[in-house]
């Protein structure tokens, strides 16, 4: 089947401008999150989302980044006012719902901000 | 909170020659240990986990890493490479308790196979 979906797969802005990425995650998996990857900071978790409870915020590293889950399936974080120690790749997993569970990864969005 | 430290950000090793990265984390809870891999230009994809039992867990492609609570490491280890296992390897851990399972990952260790 089609597994964790992300667009754009790259993504270049200038500085100041506000950026959308999008997440598809695998059907029926309730669990989503967004980690980014970077060159400084190595993986790192930022939102994580399960079911219609509220998200788990506490990766998010400025209030300049916030994300949003529709439905309960795709998912979309936003940056506003792009600087340019956000360019990362940043990552979306989903996993199905239960006690452990394994994160399956898209191919990521590669973020440069100019 | 948890912290995972990887001691080699690269190694390079001949094709059929064995390898093993290293992975040791910190932790004031009950964790669970992963080894994710990452192709060039991919997401990151499973190897192995530990979530209890057997401190010795194997995975694909031939892997497997060993459990150490005492020394608190999770060290990986393949006893003969191909050029295909050139990827950058993350070694992860998830609090048990926690809701979510969000990973802490390590900084990654890069491992070059030369024929």
């Known amino acids: 089947g089609a597994g964790v979906s992300q667009s754009p797969s790259n993504k270049v802005t200038e500085k100041g401008k506000d950026v959308e990425l999008r997440c598809d995650p695998i059907?029926?998996?309730?669990?989503l999150y967004w980690y980014r990857q970077s060159l400084g900071q190595g993986l790192e978790f930022l939102i994580y989302?399960?079911?219609?409870?509220?998200?788990?915020k506490s990766g998010l590293p400025s209030d300049r980044f916030s994300a949003e889950r529709t439905g309960g399936s795709v998912s979309t974080l936003t940056i506003q006012r792009t600087q340019q120690e956000d360019s990362a790749v940043y990552l979306c997993?989903?996993?199905?719902?239960?006690?452990?569970?394994?994160?399956?990864f898209g191919p990521g969005t590669r973020l440069t901000v100019l | 909170a948890q912290s995972v430290t990887q001691l080699d950000s690269q190694v390079p090793v001949f094709e059929e020659a064995p390898v093993e990265l290293r992975c040791n984390y910190s932790?004031?809870?009950?964790?669970?240990l992963f080894w994710y891999v990452q192709y060039p230009n991919q997401g990151l994809q499973l190897l192995l986990k530990?979530?209890?039992?057997?401190?010795l867990v194997k995975g694909i492609n031939g892997f497997e890493a060993e459990f150490n609570k005492s020394q608190t490491s999770f060290h990986l280890r393949k006893p003969s490479v191909h050029i295909s296992d050139t990827a950058e390897y993350f070694c992860?851990?998830?609090?048990?308790?926690?809701?979510?399972?969000?990973?802490?990952f390590g900084g990654g260790t890069r491992v070059l196979v030369k024929p």
């Open positions: 989302f399960q079911g219609n409870s509220a998200p788990d």
């Open positions: 997993a989903s996993s199905p719902n239960r006690r452990w569970n394994e994160q399956f």
């Open positions: 932790s004031s809870v009950s964790v669970y």
């Open positions: 992860a851990v998830s609090d048990i308790e926690a809701a979510g399972n969000k990973l802490t």
């Open positions: 059907s029926g998996h309730t669990a």
């Open positions: 530990y979530l209890s039992g057997s401190t």
